[in-house]
């Protein structure tokens, strides 16, 4: 065989390595997605419900006057679980600790919740974003929502039930509905409200899908 | 390329099988902890938030 011949042969063959290794690096990279990033969200979830049954225990003698104090306590500072929420018609099980904050690093622990607005049961309106793909995929089917289903939210020292209000489809920069009365800058709030946020279409991001629920009943105390 | 990288590993053939396994190991782990995570804000699924506009000079909420 002549020098040329190695030569193409050689480079050929590079070539068709190196092409290779970028499919399987791609592939990895779906396989990350897919599988890794719930595997990882999940043990963080796990952390964050030990955490949070100390928490609930802790205030477990709970009496109004300790969910008042809860109330009036100072923010939770970013990355703790502040309460636990469960719709059913996600499923019997679908069960996620909310960790405070919205940045990167605490949307891969499970839900968040948004700094600058009320907290779960408090006037005004509690928001709250998860993922609806990778991630443990918390809001993979906020879309199944109709009015009148319930969410409870329980923080370590009450369970506020929501009802859902209504669903929407807005702009990403539509910071708006997030407001203490939704799209209402001015208005002063005189409902406990809640509201959901994930992206949409689902394994876009061109839009946002929004649930809107306000708070019907409210227990203190342990509710299992 | 994986032919050059087979001739510099050292040792017999059972010991150059065994370091090639775990370079590649290697190789994905990379991946996994370094590479990935840092790909991923390039793909839409955390966009998640609502933020405002940039003009707006409000605090954005992402």
Same mark, same amino acid.
């Given at each position: 065989m002549g020098r040329p011949a190695q030569l193409v042969r050689g480079t050929v063959r590079g070539a068709a390595e190196l092409l290779l290794t970028c499919g399987a690096v791609v592939l990895l990279f779906a396989l990350y997605l897919v599988v890794w990033s719930d595997v990882q969200t999940a043990a963080a979830q796990g952390d964050l419900r030990d955490d949070f049954a100390r928490l609930t225990e802790q205030a477990a003698p709970a009496t109004k006057a300790a969910a008042a104090k809860a109330a009036a306590a100072p923010a939770p500072s970013t990355g703790t679980g502040i309460a636990q929420l469960r719709i059913?018609?996600? &499923? $019997?099980?679908?069960s996620w600790v909310v960790v405070e904050g919205v940045s990167t690093d605490q949307l891969k622990q499970g839900p968040g919740h948004f700094p600058d607005t009320a907290m779960p &049961?408090?006037? &005004?309106n509690a928001a709250i974003a998860g993922h609806? +793909?990778?991630?443990? $995929?918390?809001? +993979?089917?906020?879309?199944?929502l109709q009015a009148g289903d319930p969410i409870y939210v329980t923080t370590p020292t009450a369970t506020y039930t929501y009802e859902v209000t209504r669903q929407a489809l807005v702009a990403?920069? $539509?910071? &708006?509905?997030?407001l203490p009365v939704p799209n209402k800058p001015e208005a002063k709030p005189r409902k406990a409200r809640l509201t959901l946020v994930t992206c949409h279409p689902r394994w876009g991001s061109s839009e946002r899908l929004i649930v809107h629920a306000n708070l019907v009943a409210q227990t203190t105390g342990m509710e299992s | 390329m994986y032919t050059a990288l087979w001739r510099v590993l050292p040792g017999p053939t059972p010991v150059k099988v065994l370091l090639a396994v775990l370079l590649a190991l290697a190789a994905v782990a990379a991946l996994f902890l370094w590479a990935f995570p840092a790909l991923?804000? @390039? @793909?839409?699924?955390?966009?998640?938030v609502l933020e405002a506009p940039p003009a707006d000079g409000t605090s954005a909420t992402g």
């Amino acid at each position: 065989m002549g020098r040329p011949a190695q030569l193409v042969r050689g480079t050929v063959r590079g070539a068709a390595e190196l092409l290779l290794t970028c499919g399987a690096v791609v592939l990895l990279f779906a396989l990350y997605l897919v599988v890794w990033s719930d595997v990882q969200t999940a043990a963080a979830q796990g952390d964050l419900r030990d955490d949070f049954a100390r928490l609930t225990e802790q205030a477990a003698p709970a009496t109004k006057a300790a969910a008042a104090k809860a109330a009036a306590a100072p923010a939770p500072s970013t990355g703790t679980g502040i309460a636990q929420l469960r719709i059913p018609r996600l &499923g $019997e099980d679908w069960s996620w600790v909310v960790v405070e904050g919205v940045s990167t690093d605490q949307l891969k622990q499970g839900p968040g919740h948004f700094p600058d607005t009320a907290m779960p &049961g408090q006037l &005004g309106n509690a928001a709250i974003a998860g993922h609806r +793909a990778t991630h443990g $995929e918390p809001f +993979a089917h906020l879309d199944k929502l109709q009015a009148g289903d319930p969410i409870y939210v329980t923080t370590p020292t009450a369970t506020y039930t929501y009802e859902v209000t209504r669903q929407a489809l807005v702009a990403p920069s $539509e910071v &708006g509905v997030l407001l203490p009365v939704p799209n209402k800058p001015e208005a002063k709030p005189r409902k406990a409200r809640l509201t959901l946020v994930t992206c949409h279409p689902r394994w876009g991001s061109s839009e946002r899908l929004i649930v809107h629920a306000n708070l019907v009943a409210q227990t203190t105390g342990m509710e299992s | 390329m994986y032919t050059a990288l087979w001739r510099v590993l050292p040792g017999p053939t059972p010991v150059k099988v065994l370091l090639a396994v775990l370079l590649a190991l290697a190789a994905v782990a990379a991946l996994f902890l370094w590479a990935f995570p840092a790909l991923e804000p @390039l @793909l839409p699924f955390d966009k998640i938030v609502l933020e405002a506009p940039p003009a707006d000079g409000t605090s954005a909420t992402g």
